[in-house]
């Protein structure tokens, strides 16, 4: 069973272009959330997913940051005109919900985004 | 309110000591309090979580002690051991899966 898929693991981008984050949930989740880490900090929620849906996109910056989980294929965060602020490691999680309680999350290895 | 402190923030500990790692919250709407470990490099990965029901969870070396009515939660590593080095996250949720994070402890043991 595999867990959390993301990628790239690494992607560089120059200022101003559009950088794409590509996450697979485990088997049999449904939920999905993205987390952003600058360096030496903690993880930042940003936005959680269900198929077809954005249940709670409170953490997403307003401008430039989109996120979708389609119907059918991953989940992808996607960032247009990259700024040097962006770089940080993004960091998607799965998750089976039941009701309001809270479940283990299982987090991807990331994607290290650095803008040049 | 939505904030979750975490200290310290680097600690180093000899080969078979006790790590201790504190973490404090506000928002009394949490319910779920899980800790992560995270190597270089890599995604965090569960250690250990409790809900406000209980005041202590043990699972092998890893212990959390939580105190609702301070609103404080720590974890304890026992008998430490190199391979435990890392960096470990405090956080809370409300539901849904939204987690707060801590800040990360960075946690080194010596030989």
């Known amino acids: 069973n595999a867990g959390v898929m993301q990628n790239p693991r690494h992607l560089v981008r120059r200022r101003g272009q559009e950088a794409r984050l590509r996450c697979s949930p485990m088997?049999?989740?449904?939920?999905v959330y993205w987390y952003r880490q600058l360096p030496e900090e903690g993880l930042k929620f940003m936005v959680y997913?269900?198929?077809?849906?954005?249940?709670?996109e409170s953490g997403m910056p307003k401008e430039r940051f989109s996120a979708e989980f389609p119907k059918e294929g991953p989940s992808i965060l996607r960032i247009q005109q990259v700024v040097r602020g962006d770089s940080a490691a993004y960091f998607c999680?799965?998750?089976?919900?039941?009701?309001?309680?809270?479940?283990?999350?299982?987090f991807g290895q990331g994607t290290r985004l650095t803008v040049v | 309110q939505q904030q979750v402190k975490q200290s310290p923030q680097s600690l180093i500990v000899q080969k078979g000591g006790i790590s201790i790692i504190n973490c404090a919250y506000e928002?009394?709407?949490?319910?779920?309090f899980p800790w992560y470990q995270q190597f270089p490099g890599k995604g965090p990965a569960l250690l250990i979580a409790i809900r406000p029901d209980v005041s202590e969870k043990k699972e092998g070396r890893f212990t959390i002690s939580f105190n609702k009515s301070a609103k404080q939660f720590s974890l304890h590593i026992m008998d430490s051991q190199p391979g435990d080095s890392a960096t470990y996250f405090c956080a809370a949720g409300g539901g849904g899966n939204k987690l707060t994070f801590g800040t990360g402890t960075q946690l080194k043991v010596e030989l």
């Open positions: 999680a799965s998750s089976v919900n039941i009701g309001r309680m809270n479940t283990e999350a299982f």
């Open positions: 088997k049999g989740h449904s939920h």
């Open positions: 997913l269900q198929k077809e849906n954005i249940i709670d």
């Open positions: 928002n009394t709407a949490f319910d779920y």
